[in-house]
């Protein structure tokens, strides 16, 4: 979950460990410097929770039953790079997502391409917003 990546990123915490030692060289009283940092922290929080909301809301569902083409049926991995390059992310941020190689990731493109017999990416995100609405062609 993308809301707890944000307590384990580091630059988070320093950012917030250095809004506590402000505060507390600038003799506020301990609770006060230990709420200020707890509060850093849990806007950090809340934030990842509404940047991964949008992008949860407008991920569309793959309709069961409609995952093959020509060459064969997509596997669930290549569904879930095909989903994400209907999202618009490249290679390497599909990769970095699903912490794969970017040589897999375009491996696991071509493968789709080749199933489906399409050419351009452009058929993928088409492709899969027909699907997604339920208009098949």
């Not at 929770?49 to 596997?75: C, Q, W």
């Not at 669930?76 to 490249?90: D, I, R, S, T, W």
């Not at 199933?115 to 899969?128: Q, Y």
């Amino acid at each position: 979950m993308r809301a707890l990546a944000e307590v384990r990123d580091p630059w988070g915490l320093a950012i917030a460990a250095a809004a506590g030692m402000v505060a507390f060289a600038l003799t506020v009283p301990w609770p006060i410097t230990l709420a200020a940092t707890l509060a850093v922290v849990c806007v950090r929080i809340l934030a990842g929770l509404a940047l991964s909301a949008p992008a949860r809301a407008l991920a569309a569902p793959f309709p069961a039953g409609s995952a093959s083409g020509p060459g064969g049926t997509l596997s669930p991995k290549e569904l879930e790079v095909a989903q994400l390059v209907y999202e618009g992310l490249k290679n390497r941020e599909i990769a970095e997502r699903l912490f794969k190689s970017e040589r897999t990731v375009d491996n696991q493109v071509r493968d789709v391409m080749t199933k489906l017999d399409f050419h351009s990416r452009a058929e993928i995100v088409r492709w899969w917003a027909e699907r997604s609405m339920g208009t098949k062609k």
